[in-house]
């Protein structure tokens, strides 16, 4: 098999956008609006909706990569870089759902349900709480990791022209 399965395929890139998505909106959108601000608590919303979707496709990923045929590893030549490519994967599946857990951790500490439904204010800030800390930190190595995993793939595809690409993409 030279090929990863279309479900596969499909969750990576739609992980892809999703992750990518959320970390471009908790840096810069959330980030920048202060609580008070009425565009933030929709906002929030959102994030969270979103963070559920990643968190459970995220874990469909992991239980379906058991069952799904996939293609062997692709070696680069280099053994250290060999097992990079085997761990860094795991890796990032286990901060998307740590990064998940943090969001819904502070979620509930901060009230964010009750401030959903109209109950409560949203709290002047989010850095009072732990997990407010846990989620950054988090998100800036999912960030790093991403950008690894990306020099990675266009290493594969550009020097070592192992066409790393076909195998994750749709066709035949």
């Known amino acids: 098999m030279d090929r990863y399965h279309p479900i596969t395929v499909t969750l990576h890139w739609l992980l892809a956008v ?17 609580n008070s601000e009425p565009d ?5 919303g959102l994030h969270r909706l979103v963070g559920i979707a ?7 990923r992991i239980v379906l990569r058991r069952f799904l045929p996939a293609p062997g590893h692709l070696g680069t030549g280099s053994r250290f870089l060999d097992k990079l490519g085997v761990v860094m994967p795991r890796i990032l599946n286990i901060f998307v759902i740590l ?4 969001g819904i951790w502070l979620g509930q500490q901060a009230g964010l349900s009750e401030a959903l439904s109209g109950a409560a ?3 002047e800030t989010f850095y009072a709480y ?5 989620h950054a930190i988090l998100g800036t190595l999912i960030i790093a990791i991403l950008v690894f995993h990306v020099l990675g793939a266009l290493y594969h595809q550009i ?3 192992d066409r790393l690409f076909s195998r994750l993409w749709f066709g035949k």
Request: no cysteine; glycine share 6%; hydrophobic share 65%.
């Open 159 to 161: 020097m070592l022209q």
């Open 121 to 123: 204010p949203l709290p």
């Open 99 to 102: 990064m998940a857990a943090s």
């Open 40 to 44: 933030k608590l929709w906002l929030l």
């Open 130 to 134: 732990t997990p407010r800390m846990v």
């Open 18 to 34: 999703l992750v990518i998505g959320m970390l471009v909106m908790g840096k810069t959108g959330l980030n920048a609006l202060p």
């Open 54 to 60: 990643v968190l459970v496709l995220t874990v469909l």
